[in-house]
């Protein structure tokens, strides 16, 4: 039970202590695509203790699961673990819980991805009702799709072929290179399989909304996958380019004002950040940041495999 616990515990300050890090960094914003593996490597350090816990909790509990995770292993080291003296009614507890924990989990990203579809079944055939395909037109279309529309606006299709949806009042407002910047962002989010990230922090911040470190996921997701795709067109076209492209698309809906809040608000830090284009980090302490972030998933493997491991020694 101890080692279970100390799993839960670490999991625990894992999920309170890395946002909150992670706000106070100075170098987010100028490296989207380092901080996006970062906090994936965060969560993925807290579902893990999460998982192991829940892992030894039944295995205190209960000799056949015992017998499955201890199998292979010498006496000794089950010995180091004294699971057959440790915990009481309470190891099972915890393994019901935890496991409940992550069927939840898995149960609210099927639902995520369900309502994901749903949605761009229906923006398919809505896009089919306003632009149907004349006669003698392939199925698959273009990667650019013209919609008759007095508002200017853009978005991307998700799906085997991503497709760019503009509408005419956006290619009467969109100049130069301003469009195919638009569409190198849009491209950023689909090789990226930018939305496979909004659908598992959306299902985390749904299926535990009391958790602060999942809701924190789901918002930095949102807004560091338009970052980077920020970064992909303006490394292509560049800053003032793409920063242009934004407000002509968005500049009748008043979301540049002061009274802007939100995802308006969002939008106009994003056309800041590309007028300012602060440096980005060295080579060497992007790498560092890398190697760092990819070792914390480890710290709870080692923990769970210490005492093992020292019995052995």
């Not at 203790?49 to 010498?74: E, I, Y």
């Not at 004294?82 to 990203?109: H, N, R, Y």
């Amino acid at each position: 039970m101890s080692v279970s616990l100390a799993l839960l515990l670490l999991g625990v300050l894992t999920s309170l202590t890395a946002p909150r890090l992670l706000a106070r960094a100075d170098w987010v914003e100028r490296e989207p695509v380092v901080a996006l593996w970062v906090w994936q490597c965060v969560v993925a350090a807290v579902l893990v203790s999460f998982a192991l816990s829940m892992t030894f909790s039944a295995a205190a509990a209960w000799q056949a699961v015992r017998g499955q995770v201890f199998a292979p292993a010498p006496r000794a080291v089950v010995d180091a673990y004294a699971l057959s003296t440790d915990g009481g009614p309470w190891s099972a507890v915890l393994a019901v819980v935890l496991a409940a924990g992550g069927l939840w989990s898995g149960a609210m990203l099927g639902r995520e991805i369900g309502l994901a579809r749903a949605r761009r079944r229906q923006r398919r055939a809505d896009l089919l009702v306003r632009a149907p395909r004349l006669p003698g037109e392939e199925a698959a279309g273009g990667r650019l799709v013209v919609l008759e529309g007095e508002r200017p606006d853009a978005w991307l299709l998700p799906g085997a072929t991503p497709r760019l949806v503009v509408t005419t009042a956006a290619l009467r407002r969109l100049k130069g290179r301003q469009l195919d910047a638009l569409l190198a962002h849009e491209q950023g989010h689909a090789r990226a399989r930018h939305d496979w990230l909004r659908h598992c922090s959306g299902a985390l911040a749904a299926g535990f909304p009391g958790i602060p470190v999942f809701a924190a996921f789901r918002e930095e997701m949102h807004r560091l996958v338009e970052l980077a795709a920020d970064d992909v067109a303006s490394r292509r076209f560049g800053r003032l380019t793409i920063a242009l492209a934004l407000v002509e698309l968005n500049e009748e809906r008043g979301v540049f004002g002061p009274a802007a809040g939100g995802p308006a608000a969002g939008l106009s830090r994003r056309v800041d950040r590309l007028l300012t284009a602060a440096p980005r980090l060295a080579p060497a302490h992007r790498l560092r940041l890398t190697a760092t972030a990819a070792l914390v998933p480890a710290v709870p493997v080692v923990v769970a495999l210490f005492p093992g491991l020292t019995a052995l020694g």
